[in-house]
DNA sequence: ACATCCACCTGCTCGC
DNA sequence: TGCGAGCAGGTGGATG
């Protein structure tokens, strides 16, 4: 979605801002208003990310940030359109090209405006607490190492607290511990340095291949910016294959309930710890 | 400070 | 066909 962005509205000066509804702005005290009047004009200089996280810097500084949440989209589709249902934004471009719109069914996702200062890592203060993820150079993997075993909590768990490392959701967390060959209550103070680098080793590159591949497309709501799908999902070894055989023993792969959502693994590769955290 | 739970939403699919 | 339950790729504020 980043690179998305990038190719689509990188150099573009906004004319006109449209926003529907009032959920998307939860996140920007100042209103509906203050948005669009402080967007109008600007020029956007870079589209950029941290984990989920995405941002586009102005060229007054500013930064417009975004989180999709579970069913947001930015798309860019030719301007002028009457906008779908579930568009909440909508920008258009003095060039006249391309118009960008910010959809989101679920309405998890936000959109903000930040004016302050970024941090010393180039990142936006309001994401201050969002951990650098596994392909930004801030990463420090021995770093995440020591903070994951100083931590009382499951491997997952760890894995979802984006204060810890940003970037993995329940898909590529769940595809990860396969390929470390982990199960997800492992305790995280219980993890050998081995494991540990086997697990980074493989969220390194279950991250790489999704993005190289264009993300992972379950529908239509999970599109890139010019509307085409990502093919991920042709990749995956665990989320979702429930009753599938594990390309490496064959055994069935199983569904389990882990906190209220689900979690995908092989039960032969990937054995329950006598004394699992959830 | 840390760990965990739950609310926040819409829409689709499934079983009855 | 209707209806309720369950499920969906996330986050952050409240509560232990």
Not at 32 to 56: E, Q, S, V
Not at 199 to 220: E, H, K
Not at 236 to 251: D, F, K, M
Request: aromatic letters at 8%; one cysteine or more; charged letters at 25%.
């Amino acid at each position: 979605m980043r690179a998305g962005l990038e190719h689509w509205v990188v150099g573009r000066r906004i004319a006109a801002v449209e926003v529907f509804g009032d959920r998307t702005l939860r996140r920007h005290a100042p209103g509906p208003a203050d948005f669009i009047a402080r967007l109008t004009g600007r020029t956007i200089t870079a589209a950029r990310r941290r984990g989920k996280f995405l941002w586009l810097p102005l060229d007054d500084g500013a930064n417009l940030l975004a989180h999709l949440g579970m069913s947001g989209q930015f798309l860019a589709v030719p301007e002028g359109g009457k906008p779908s249902k579930h568009t909440k934004a909508r920008w258009r471009f003095d060039d006249g090209g391309p118009e960008l719109r910010f959809c989101d069914q679920r309405t998890f996702g936000g959109l903000a405006l930040a004016d302050d200062e970024l941090s010393a890592d180039g990142v936006p203060r309001a994401l201050g607490h969002v951990a650098p993820d596994p392909l930004e150079p801030a990463f420090d993997p021995r770093r995440f190492a020591a903070t994951l075993r100083r931590r009382r909590t499951g491997v997952k768990r760890a894995l979802l607290d984006q204060t810890l490392v940003s970037g993995i959701g329940n898909i590529y967390a769940d595809e990860a511990l396969w390929h470390a060959k982990l199960h997800f209550a492992r305790g995280t103070d219980g993890l050998r340095p081995g494991e540990i680098g086997r697990l980074l080793g493989a969220v390194d590159d279950v991250l790489r291949a999704a993005i190289a591949a264009g993300g992972t497309s379950f529908d239509a709501l999970y599109v890139a910016v010019n509307g085409e799908s990502g093919w991920f999902d042709r990749s995956l070894e665990v989320y979702g294959q429930a009753g599938e055989p594990c390309s490496r023993c064959g055994t069935s792969i199983i569904r389990m309930r882990f906190t209220n959502r689900s979690s995908y693994l092989c039960p032969k590769c990937q054995p329950r710890p006598r004394r699992g955290r959830w």
